[in-house]
């Protein structure tokens, strides 16, 4: 059992730059990968990238790729998702997910979620 809590969204005007964090709590041992997802109203969730727990690996999907960073504080069980050159587009709900296990695939534990408006 792993339990994610994200924070840090916020309203930002476009070209500025925003911090979210998503702690990590509970069964964190054996924790194999992190990853941010994004949701807009009305279209379906979509990777925006992942970093694997022990050797810090990132994945990002094309849109965000050159503008958003994801790193991790091991000791702090948490991982980060810096955002520069924010667009409007990149307005959602961004959530947090964790691989919990190298033996299962997928991300079996979610946060709640943060909002992130950009304005234009």
């Known amino acids: 059992q792993v339990q994610l809590a994200e924070s840090g969204g916020g309203l930002v005007q476009a070209g500025g730059s925003l911090r979210l964090s998503c702690a990590a709590s509970g069964s964190t041992f054996s924790m194999y990968a992190m990853g941010w997802f994004r949701q807009a109203p009305g279209k379906e969730r979509e990777i925006v990238g992942t970093?694997?727990?022990?050797?810090?690996?990132?994945y990002y999907t094309d849109s965000v790729k050159g503008r958003f960073t994801i790193s991790r504080d091991k000791a702090k069980n948490t991982v980060y998702l810096q955002m520069n050159s924010l667009k409007p587009e990149d307005t959602a709900v961004y959530y947090c997910?964790?691989?919990?296990?190298?033996?299962?695939?997928?991300?079996?534990?979610w946060g709640q979620g943060t909002q992130v408006t950009v304005s234009s």
């Open positions: 970093i694997s727990w022990s050797g810090g690996i990132t």
């Open positions: 997910a964790a691989r919990t296990t190298a033996l299962v695939a997928g991300f079996g534990s």
